[in-house]
């Protein structure tokens, strides 16, 4: 998954980064190439982002467990 972004937002974004030092600069320039190398060989697929929901429990259960995991505001601690 990649982001584009237009020449304007980068020439911010180096705007902010040419104040860096040398080795700050340095490091970015190495995250950055790494990033390219490692996101050509991962690509994803949009549908693994959605999907139903996939669990033994019964949904009285999970609603259950949803139930008694909430937190009475009353019985907050106060600091």
Do not use: V
Not at 9 to 32: A, C, E, P, Q, V
């Amino acid at each position: 998954m990649s982001l584009a972004i237009s020449d304007k937002t980068i020439d911010k974004y180096f705007g902010f980064l040419r104040k860096l030092d040398n080795s700050s600069k340095k490091r970015l320039i190495i995250k950055l190439t790494e990033s390219i190398e490692t996101n050509d060989s991962k690509l994803l697929e949009i549908s693994s982002l959605y999907g139903a929901w996939e669990d033994l429990k019964d949904s009285d259960e999970i609603i259950s467990e949803i139930r008694n995991s909430r937190i009475e505001k009353n019985s907050l601690e106060s600091f």
